[in-house]
């Protein structure tokens, strides 16, 4: 979404024709988590959360929570679909059922996919945006 991130690792904002989000932390405080080791030391929220740099060009976003999430809230995805829809951006969210936090990317691999139906949609997804 952040277009100088974009821009500093080479890639052209036309190269990303979609967004698939499973179980995303994007848009949380994690200065009130032990995630927040994951971040830049004093980083904040409004510089590093995607909900925050949603852009009216974004492309179409899928965004996937897992029902029996303990990791990452449904919160998140409910926050980044709200900017995304005020931006004017494509945006469709779906809870897949039965799946965690890790076992929602699990369910992408052709022998999981008993797990859950995140290969389906995903493939789904990628078909939709798929040039003609």
């Known amino acids: 979404m952040n277009e100088r991130w974009l821009r ?3 890639v052209p904002i ?3 024709r979609g967004v698939i989000g499973l179980a995303g932390p994007y848009s949380y405080d994690f200065r009130d988590f032990p995630s927040r080791n994951a971040f830049p030391e004093g980083g904040l929220p409004d510089e ?3 909900d925050r ?3 009216p060009d974004a492309p179409p976003h899928l965004l996937l929570t897992a029902e029996n999430d303990q990791t990452v809230h449904p919160q998140n995805a409910i926050n980044m679909e709200r900017a995304l829809r005020a931006a004017g951006a494509q945006v469709e969210r779906r809870e897949v059922a039965r799946v965690d ?3 929602i990317a699990g369910a992408l691999a052709r022998p999981l996919t008993w797990l859950g139906k995140t290969r389906a949609d995903v493939l789904e997804f990628i078909e ?3 040039l003609r």
Do not use: D, K
């Open 101 to 103: 936090h890790v076992t």
């Open 14 to 16: 036309s190269a990303v």
């Open 48 to 50: 590093i959360m995607p």
């Open 8 to 10: 500093e690792a080479g």
């Open 128 to 130: 939709a945006q798929r």
């Open 53 to 55: 740099h949603v852009r």
